[in-house]
């Protein structure tokens, strides 16, 4: 592969990159906890954006239940955002990253 040849494929690669980026920013993504008691929203970049607690959580007796419940929620939605974000990634590369490199 010619010189001019790679710097197209390394073109390419870096449009359907930006081109995913953008829609992993519009995909949503949902996680919850304690049956529903928690529940958060992001995106598939792994920005959260969103966080709703039922009010029975809302009293000081319930803190340590209400942390843990937000804490299992929110690291439930950013690996399902990883995960959807690698995803979307290797589909762009399309081939275009040689083995073993990975992105």
């Known amino acids: 592969m010619g010189m001019f040849d790679m710097m197209g494929k390394l ?3 870096r449009k ?3 081109e995913t980026k953008s829609r992993l920013a519009d995909m949503r993504i949902e996680a919850e906890s ?5 529940s ?3 995106n598939a970049l792994r920005k959260l954006e969103k966080i709703t607690i039922d009010e029975t959580l809302l009293r000081s007796e ?4 209400l942390e843990a419940l937000l804490l299992d929620a929110v690291n439930e939605m950013l690996d399902r955002a990883r995960e959807k974000e ?8 399309g081939g275009l990253i ?3 490199l990975g992105i």
């Not at 304690?34 to 928690?38: A, E």
């Not at 690698?86 to 590369?93: G, I, Q, T, Y």
């Open 86 to 93: 690698e995803v979307e990634l290797k589909k762009a590369a």
């Open 98 to 100: 040689p083995p073993g």
């Open 34 to 38: 304690g049956r529903g008691l928690v």
């Open 40 to 42: 958060v929203q992001g």
């Open 16 to 18: 359907n990159v930006e």
């Open 62 to 65: 319930k803190k340590e239940e």
């Open 11 to 13: 073109n390419e690669l």
